[in-house]
Structures are given as structure tokens and as C-alpha cells.
T-cell receptor, first 117, second 112 residues
Framework: GAVVSQHPSRVICKSGTSVKIECRSL??????MFWYRQFPKQSLMLMAT?????????EQGVEKDKFLINHASLTLSTLTVTSAHPEDSSFYIC?????????????FGQGTRLTVV | QKEVEQDPGPLSVPEGAIVSLNCTYS??????FMWYRQYSRKGPELLMYTYSSGNKEDGRFTAQVDKSSKYISLFIRDSQPSDSATYLCAMSPYNQGGKLIFGQGTELSVKP
């Protein structure tokens, strides 16, 4: 299967600072990527849709000014958590969408565990 | 009511047992149904997907979709300790690679 690399896998930051998470599709181009958040023992909740070359689309209740998404190339999307607070501590996962012929498939990164202290 | 309901478990079975995992959903527009496996602190990996109703088999895994009951299942035959993971169902009205609505995930433990 295709490879999606997410970096860093784990980060601890102080309250009030910003953290950037990268999502790269290593062997295919992805016009669309998605960002999810997962709390312990909870489902993946979609935060936003990241489209290359255009503004991200945020789900209801997700603050776009807090969670900045940049999809500057067909292989890279970044999520920046600005002015992080302890309640932002979570597992953040990206997926990159590969389209080919009649098939469309989502490939997930390995996730980033963010801890805000 | 959540769009997708899944019993979080945990579910513990002996090695070799048949495992049945299930999800129910409320949105009749869902057409694509996926099962993902997630190991601890890792991203989900796709196990199987099914379009509309019916059964699909892949090795020890069988996925079933009953759209009339809004109910999907994943069966694992001859379960192995390496199957221990969290299993997430996911659904979409559009395709298997778009915006996905996930169930909570069922934590499975297969004991040797």
C-alpha cells in the first residue's frame, strides 16, 4: 500500500506555544488530505479537509484560527496548533487520498500524540 | 444519537475463536463501509471495504453489510494474538477515500 508519513510522532509543548505537524504522501500525489483528532478510547473525529492550493474546509465546532492548515504542495499538508492548551492534548491523524481510475482510497499517517503541559 | 455506533468493548477471546464485530448507523445515505485496524498509538490501516449491501471475504476476514437494518459486521476466523488491536468501522456516502465517519472502535484482545 501507499505510504503516508506523519511527523513528529510525539510532541510535548508548553501551554501557549504553537506546534506544527506534517503529513506527507511519500509515493503518490494527494490533492486532498484530511485531519482527524482522536481522544483516548474515542473515535476519529474529522477536523478539516485540506485541499492543495486552496483554503481548508473545517468541520463544525473546529476553530480555524486555532488549527491552521496549509496544503502547499501535492505531497505535504501541515496542521499548526496555535496557542496550545492542555485541552488540545490528543492524538492527531492525517489521511491522504489517492485517486486512480475508479478507485479512491485513504491512507493514514501513523499519528502524532500531542501533550500540552 | 451518533451517526455510527460501535461497542467499544474490550472484547477478549481465546486464540482460534471466531470474532464478530459490529456497527450500526443511522444515515441511510452511507454507501461505502470500511473496516480499519488500529494498533496502539498508530494510524488506522484499511482491512476491507464494501460498497452497498452484501458480503466480502478476504482470507480470515469477512465483511457483511445489511443496509435494510443499517448494520455492518466484520468476522475474523481462527483469530490470532496478532489480531489484537482496535477495530474501527467507517462509512461514507461518497467513496472509500473521502470524508469518513468512524465508529468508536472495538478493542480486541486474542489470548494465546
Amino acid at each position: 500500500g501507499a505510504v503516508v508519513s506523519q511527523h513528529p510522532s510525539r510532541v510535548i509543548c508548553k501551554s501557549g506555544t504553537s506546534v506544527k505537524i506534517e503529513c506527507r504522501s511519500l509515493d503518490f500525489q494527494a490533492t486532498t488530505m484530511f485531519w482527524y483528532r482522536q481522544f483516548p478510547k474515542q473515535s476519529l473525529m474529522l477536523m478539516a479537509t485540506s485541499n492543495e492550493g486552496s483554503k481548508a474546509t473545517y468541520e463544525q465546532g473546529v476553530e480555524k484560527d486555532k488549527f491552521l492548515i496549509n496544503h502547499a504542495s501535492l505531497t505535504l499538508s501541515t496542521l499548526t496548533v496555535t496557542s496550545a492548551h492542555p485541552e488540545d492534548s490528543s492524538f492527531y491523524i492525517c489521511s491522504a487520498i489517492r485517486t486512480g481510475g475508479a478507485d479512491t482510497e485513504a491512507f493514514f499517517g501513523q499519528g502524532t500524540r500531542l501533550t500540552v503541559v | 444519537q451518533k451517526e455510527v455506533e460501535q461497542d467499544p468493548g474490550p472484547l477478549s477471546v481465546p486464540e482460534g475463536a471466531i470474532v464478530s464485530l459490529n456497527c450500526t448507523y443511522s444515515n441511510s445515505a452511507f454507501q461505502y463501509f470500511m473496516w480499519y485496524r488500529q494498533y496502539s498509538r498508530k494510524g488506522p490501516e484499511l482491512l476491507m471495504y464494501t460498497y452497498s449491501s452484501g458480503n466480502k471475504e478476504d482470507g480470515r476476514f469477512t465483511a457483511q453489510v445489511d443496509k435494510s437494518s443499517k448494520y455492518i459486521s466484520l468476522f475474523i476466523r481462527d483469530s490470532q494474538p496478532s489480531d489484537s488491536a482496535t477495530y474501527l468501522c467507517a462509512m461514507s456516502p461518497y467513496n472509500q477515500g473521502g470524508k469518513l465517519i468512524f465508529g468508536q472502535g472495538t478493542e480486541l484482545s486474542v489470548k494465546p
